[in-house]
């Protein structure tokens, strides 16, 4: 399962989809950053392959980040990869 996690600007709390097959995931992806290029102000309707009753709805234009990685038994902690920054 791969996951596709959008952060918003206005809101700390980050949206994500799921996607079956890395090549769907992609592709969503792909659709996600092409939408933020743009720039202009787009409707984007996204769902959710595992929670098929799962939609979202959002303007491109309120996209600050968005990331992809694939769920696995690894990363059981229940936080996703990204960066961090640790104190010296």
């Known amino acids: 399962m791969f996951i596709i ?3 918003l600007k206005t809101t700390p709390v ?3 989809v799921q996607r079956k097959s890395a090549e ?3 592709a969503t992806y792909q659709e996600i950053v092409q ?5 202009g102000s787009q409707v984007l309707e ?3 392959d595992r929670q098929t009753d799962k ?6 234009d309120g996209l600050a980040a968005v990331q992809i ?5 690894a990363s059981a902690s229940g ?10």
């Open 46 to 48: 996204l769902t959710c």
């Open 35 to 39: 939408a933020m290029r743009s720039g």
């Open 5 to 7: 996690e959008l952060t």
């Open 79 to 88: 936080r996703a990869p990204g960066f961090f920054s640790m104190a010296e």
């Open 69 to 73: 990685y694939e769920k696995s038994s």
């Open 14 to 16: 980050p949206l994500s």
């Open 55 to 60: 939609k979202l709805a959002l303007l491109s």
């Open 24 to 26: 769907d995931a992609e």
